[in-house]
């Protein structure tokens, strides 16, 4: 069976409990005039140390995976199901509860550090504030502990830039730094929403290689959620492939980039230009726009997009299929 | 088709005033600081850089959207500064552009279909509204949209859709050349392709030159026959598209190429990459001789004391690096 | 399978698209305060220009067998009699009517000129921007009263010379806004778009520029239709407004308020009238902006 040697290492590690367990997350808005569904009935588990990615495009609802685990959710949205980390629910937690969590067991960056860092903040205090709240570590311990953080993320100069506000640092530093304040307390769960999504490559590549050297040093799992593939194929372990708020299919990383099942992920992989290809003529395209989720009945979501639909496709939602480490959702294709 | 290229940009500089000082000189961002390059009929140039390099603001220079500071610009021959007011006006009609925010480019009060109308009203005036309706609808079942979308507003399409508005709109004079500025960046991957692949078609039925800014790689190796390469505004590497993907010369280009992650996971945990060491210089202060030097593996003190000139190396191939070339372990990617 | 294709397939080949004013203005028609505003001031509309039409009343009509009554049912002066034995609801109406039109004519008139000249200073920036904006900061400094006086002095009395003392002011501020919007808009893609396309700056103005900043100017000047009513009500009392035939609810009030120790009546029912006016005018302001709220879309 194909896999990464480093996701064999951990389905040998073998811990009995998963890190995190998801089932069932279903998400619903509510709008001025209507109702509509950004996830439904989304599952997953995640080892210690794994690197799960979460692939979709436009109305895929994989952000919104990310911000209701942290408690996030906007005010109109409803969160159905479960969500255990280390065995508790975390899901609809009052807030006093959830903030002993968030921040230091299950910790998360975005996309832009600019708007989440708080640029009225010099760096070193908003890193030391996760210390002393999480940890009731204070004063120049902190002080310390922070410092050492920033170095550990490779910003050069660590111990002067502690004093800087975030709009001294570029952009890419200013992206360790965040990763630097999630990783303070030495959480469990990292999530990272599109995190390199607002750099530029070559400083993307060094942020990449951060996580990876960083998750596989603390043994920190890590979710990240994205939209390019490139990125996955170069962090991750295991990849769940999402459309519309459904789970088209996941598996482990090589499983899925070279053994594509779901007619979506085949179409995806497909038509993305490639640094190394040779041919240049009309790239296979997924016909359609991404879906609008108020729009969708009951059954496949991308339905209307696909090669192999049936009638049936459009009323009925094909059910999740497990076969091995893979799953799929699809009438038309078995594992 | 005739030797002569259709854009000739000599030498070209933007440069922006950034806060007069009290004491002292006043700074200037040097955003596009001498860049050279030709653009035939038909052919399609891929313009690729990361933040600061000035890629847009010679897409908006070369339109005379900014006024340039020094340096040509020859459109068919003819110097483009000795044209203003009316006269540049009318000759916008053979040069347009397509923007990175599909949505944001069209004015939100207006239908599509006259958006698309517009350069004809302005342009054609002869025209009658009968005729103009026919040429909009013949030119969006060209992009794919249906006619009948006509009425509608930019709002209640979506990207891709508003995409093809936009291409619809900048088509519709049959332009020579359009700068297409980021054009797919901000859509959906599953969407890029398509309006990858309009662009093609247009080009190949239309003859047009597109002179395509993006900092995705991999696009721009699909659709582009020669690739140029910026950084802090001026050209580090610039040739025919298949040489520069099989082998980069300069230092600069290598580290992007590395830098790409490709959809291939067993490739990925090959690939060595290059990565650069610092930050982005800033572009009111850049660094003496080559700009790249505060972060090129291989910078010597020759590098800071003298700027490289111009080396071709081959058909077409143009490099800024006095060690062009000679670095071992070259990365290909063929 | 092809996008026209799929299109014509899903069935969604609607002709009219609904524009964002259209969305707006759904959602006015849903909001109970802005309608009721809106009916309120249809209500009054009619009562002021048809009432005495319908029923054939004279507000200069003297009766001076009927001086200065209170508000009778019985002998049909509802609204009682002033000291020339004239009808007050008649009187009240037919002030209405300079009131309101006054209010709207004359933020029609700040209208046209505050939009134009804010989108032309604000689209043409740099020094031609400044010195446009200084003649406003100007103008800002004249006080009101000043100002319309100077126009009593020079076009004499006259609704006219009302109309343009206010009109003067309000446009004003209308430009400013104008000129804000206008500088927002002219960074947007859409109007580099149209210079691209050839568009001579004029075509750009007031193809883009003006239609864009709709929003905004309909929000204020329903705020600035209740200002000018306020104003004229002002100026009228202070007489400098309206003069006689014509009355005005300023005008009615100002004699209202010279009786008021004695008769309650000559001063409550004009005022009514234009609390009522304003008030309708501040729901449907509120009305607008809540619809024009990009935040509810």
């Known amino acids: 069976m194909l896999s990464t040697p480093r996701a064999a290492e951990v389905r040998a590690s073998g811990t009995a409990a998963p890190l995190l367990e998801v089932q069932g997350l279903t998400v619903r808005f509510r709008t001025e005039r209507k109702s509509l569904q950004a996830l439904t009935d989304i599952g997953f588990s995640m080892a210690p140390g ?11 609802g994989k952000t919104q995976i990310l911000l209701t685990m942290m408690g996030l959710l906007a005010e109109n949205g409803r969160a159905f199901g479960s969500v255990k980390l280390h065995g508790e629910e975390v899901l609809n937690l009052p807030s006093d509860k959830l903030d002993r969590i968030r921040g230091s067991r299950m910790t998360m960056i975005f996309q832009d550090p600019m708007t989440s860092l708080n640029p009225y903040m010099r760096v070193g205090k908003q890193l030391t504030e996760v210390l002393v709240k999480h940890r009731g570590v204070g004063g120049s311990e902190a002080v310390r502990q922070a410092a050492a953080m920033l170095e550990h993320v490779r910003i050069p100069e660590a111990q002067r830039r502690m004093g800087m506000y975030p709009h001294e640092f570029s952009g890419g530093m200013r992206q360790r730094a965040m990763i630097a304040m999630a990783l303070l307390c030495k959480p469990a769960l990292l999530l990272a929403d599109e995190p390199t999504t607002a750099l530029d490559v070559t400083v993307q590549a060094q942020i990449l290689m951060l996580m990876r050297d960083l998750a596989r040093e603390s043994g920190t799992s890590v979710v990240l959620v994205t939209h390019d593939l490139g990125v996955v194929a170069d962090l991750c372990d295991r990849v769940i492939v999402l459309y519309g708020g459904r789970i088209m299919e996941d598996g482990p990383i090589d499983d899925v980039f070279y053994n594509p099942k779901h007619p979506y992920t085949k179409g995806l992989l497909r038509s993305m230009p490639r640094l190394d290809e040779k041919t240049h003529g009309d790239l296979p395209t997924i016909p359609g726009q991404p879906p609008v989720l108020s729009l969708l009945s009951g059954g496949c979501p991308f339905e209307a997009r696909c090669e192999l639909r049936q009638d049936h496709c459009k009323s009925v939602f094909p059910p999740l299929v497990r076969s091995g480490p893979r799953r799929l959702s699809c009438h038309e294709v078995s594992l | 088709m005739n030797g002569q290229p259709l854009l000739s940009v000599q030498d070209l500089r933007v440069h922006f005033g950034a806060g007069k000082k009290l004491f002292g000189k006043a700074a200037t961002i040097k955003a596009i600081d001498g860049v050279t ?7 399609t140039l891929g313009v690729v850089g990361e933040s600061g390099c000035g890629k847009s603001t010679l897409g908006r220079a070369i339109l005379r959207l900014i006024d340039p500071t020094a340096g040509r610009v020859l459109w068919l021959g003819e110097d483009m500064a000795g044209l203003r007011g009316e006269a540049l006006r009318r000759e916008r009609r053979n040069m347009q552009v397509i923007f990175q925010d599909p949505v944001a480019s069209l004015d939100p009060r207006m239908t599509v279909g006259q958006a698309i109308e517009r350069p004809l009203i302005t342009f054609e005036a002869g025209l009658s509204g009968e005729e103009r309706r026919r040429r909009v609808q013949e030119m969006m079942e060209l992009v794919g949209l249906p006619r009948t979308w006509a009425g509608r507003y930019p709002h209640e399409f979506s990207g891709g859709q508003c995409q093809r508005v936009g291409i619809a709109r900048a088509m519709i004079l049959r332009p020579k050349l359009i700068v297409c500025d980021e054009p797919v960046s901000a859509l959906d991957v599953s969407i890029q392709a398509q309006i990858i692949n309009l662009l093609m078609r247009l080009q190949r039925e ?59 996971p067993r490739l990925e945990r090959q690939r060595d990459k290059l990565l650069l060491s610092g930050d982005l210089p800033s572009p009111i202060n850049p660094p003496s001789g080559c700009r790249f030097r505060t972060r090129c593996p291989i910078a010597t003190a020759r590098c800071a004391a003298e700027e490289p000139a111009y080396t071709p190396f081959g058909k077409g191939h143009l490099v800024a690096c006095h060690y062009a070339g000679t670095k071992p372990g070259d990365v290909s990617h063929s | 399978m092809t996008e026209t294709a799929m299109a014509a397939d899903r069935d969604v080949a609607v002709e009219k698209g609904v524009s964002q004013t259209r969305e707006a203005m759904g959602r006015l028609v849903r909001n109970p305060a802005a309608m009721f505003g809106i009916v309120v001031m249809v209500l009054l509309f009619l009562a002021c220009f048809l009432g005495p039409i319908v029923f054939g009343l004279d507000p200069e009509a003297s009766d001076f067998d009927a001086v200065s009554l209170p508000p009778t049912f019985a002998n049909g002066h509802w609204f009682g009699t002033d000291d020339l034995g004239r009808d007050l609801l008649t009187r009240t109406l037919t002030g209405g009517r300079v009131s309101l039109l006054l209010g709207v004519t004359a933020t029609l008139v700040a209208l046209g000129i505050g939009v134009i000249y804010g989108a032309i200073a604000g689209y043409a920036g740099g020094r031609i921007d400044s010195l446009m904006m200084r003649f406003v900061d100007v103008f800002y400094a004249v006080p009101f009263i000043f100002f319309v006086i100077l126009l009593t002095f020079l076009f004499g009395r006259s609704l006219l010379s009302l109309l343009i003392a206010i009109g003067a002011v309000y446009w004003l501020t209308i430009a400013v806004i104008v000129r804000g919007e206008t500088l927002s808009l002219k960074r947007k893609e859409f109007i580099e778009a149209a210079k691209a396309g050839g568009m001579s700056a004029p075509a750009i103005i007031f193809r883009h520029i003006v239609p864009n900043t709709v929003a905004p100017v309909i929000v204020y000047a329903s705020m600035t239709v209740s200002d ?36 309650w009546w ?30 509810s879309r």
């Not at chain 1, 794994?50 to 895929?60: K, P, T």
């Not at chain 3, 009355?247 to 308020?257: K, Q, R």
Request: hydrophobic share 50%; proline share 6%; aromatic share 10%.
């Open chain 3, 228 to 263: 000018v009513i306020l104003g004229e009500s002002l100026l009228s009392f202070l007489g400098l407004g309206v003069q006689e035939p014509n009355t005005s609810w300023g005008v009615l009030i100002e004699d209202g308020a010279a009786t008021m120790e004695s008769q």
């Open chain 2, 206 to 264: 239309f003859g047009l030159s597109l002179l395509f800014i993006s900092h995705n790689l991999s696009v721009v190796r699909h659709i582009s026959n020669r690739v140029m390469v910026l950084y802090l505004g001026k050209v580090m590497e610039i040739a025919d598209r298949d040489d520069l993907y099989a082998r980069q010369l300069h230092p600069y280009t290598q580290a992007l190429m590395s830098a790409v992650p490709i959809p291939d």
């Open chain 3, 266 to 295: 000559p001063l409550i029912f004009p005022a009514a009238f234009l609390a009522a006016t304003l008030f309708a005018l501040n729901y449907i302001a509120d009305g607008l902006r809540d619809a024009f709220d990009p935040k």
């Open chain 2, 37 to 43: 390059f030709d653009l035939r009929p038909g052919e």
């Open chain 1, 50 to 60: 794994e690197i799960l990615g979460i692939v979709g495009e436009s109305g895929s």
